[in-house]
């Protein structure tokens, strides 16, 4: 099962993510869900480094296998909508009852520094 968090500030506002595990609806190389959620996890990450003034810290380990997107100090309105769109997508999955064996979709408020 793919465990995905996605991380909130007190104020609630979207500050990152985590993606931890193999989602298991196929072998691996083969995982249409896996592939996905690890496109848009790291993908949200890059295009918040290359288009936002936002400071964001990217972790991908494919052993474990493991995404980890974090924003740090204040977030801009395109790293918002960069952030919206990985909430959207990642809302969309959970209600898609196909999934619901591979998927675990929490939410998590983080203190931010």
Do not use: W
């Amino acid at each position: 099962m793919v465990f995905v968090r996605l991380l909130y500030d007190k104020d609630h506002n979207l500050r990152g993510y985590n993606l931890i595990g193999h989602a298991g609806l196929a072998e691996e190389g083969n995982d249409i869900l896996c592939a996905a959620l690890s496109a848009i996890a790291v993908n949200t990450g890059n295009a918040i480094e290359k288009l936002s003034q936002t400071e964001v810290q990217t972790i991908v380990n494919e052993e474990e296998p493991l995404v980890d997107v974090r924003t740090r100090g204040p977030v801009d309105e395109k790293a918002a909508t960069l952030l919206k769109t990985m909430e959207m997508f990642c809302e969309d999955l959970e209600k898609d009852k196909r999934y619901e064996p591979y998927y675990s979709l929490t939410r998590e408020e983080i203190e931010i520094s």
